[in-house]
């Protein structure tokens, strides 16, 4: 697999910045393999993605890092450089639906995510014995809703524990509690099988019927102290008519859920989602 390193900047709109950081990778030898751009004209911002061929540099990512600056500090921008050696570590989370789960599980099999997947908790002990076919650590974390909090310190420890970069609510039926979306802010990728803002909370396919919509969605958003209300990644659909009924529903919409989760992730783990304020842009 080839080796690359991903810039990513966020900054303040003015005329010299493609050319500013062209130049300076072309100076180091560096060899630009893909290229994504875009100016927001509402609010003066620019954001930028570059796969840089690591290979094609006589300097490590730290050397690049550090060779950058300059150029961060005069565009004031807000940036990272990732090696893709450095592979993400992800916890998944899940209650008793298993689709989103076997989904990420199979693509991170078949190598369609990049990435390494060092455990599943859940507060519930039904996909043990799936998870653990795929030889990855389980952890059954019970929440007692009288008393969550001794739970959701367990969830914690465990996360800590495995290192994770990224955490991903596989349709994990409980609200984390306020510390941990902030502790693990912009790290928290949730699946919600409605296309929100519309039908947030519970149920969300029975409210839809009871509305007598046409479309059904899922969305894949980060997870923020406000329920539901986070930054969205990834979003799609399915028409549905007055002949479906609720169960007809929520069949349709565990594939989109499952697909719609599967690209956010994708997407977040190769760098491609850039958050600006409660919205994002996405170099797809």
Known sequence: MSHFYRLVVSCPDQVGIVAQVSSFIAQQGGSIT?????????????????????????????????????????????????????????????SRESHCLVDLLYRWQVGELDCDIVGVISNHDDMRSLTEWYAIPYYHVPVNPADKAV????????IDEARADCIVLARYMQILPPALCQRYAGQVINI??????????????????ERGVKLIGATCHYVTQELDAGPIIEQDIHRVSHCHTPTDLVRFGRDVEKAVLARGLRWHLEDRVLVHGNKTVVFS
Do not use: N
């Open 34 to 94: 893909e290229a994504s751009q875009h100016s927001d004209l509402e609010t003066g911002r620019f954001f930028m993605r570059y796969e840089i061929l690591a290979d094609s540099l006589d300097m490590s990512a730290e050397a690049l890092r550090s060779a950058f600056e300059p150029v961060a500090v005069r565009f004031d921008m807000q940036w990272s450089l990732v090696d893709t050696q450095q592979r993400r570590r992800v916890v998944l989370m899940v």
């Open 151 to 158: 739970a959701f310190e367990q969830v914690q420890a465990h």
């Open 192 to 209: 919600h099988h409605s296309f929100l803002p519309s039908f947030a909370g519970a149920k969300p396919y029975h409210q839809a019927y």
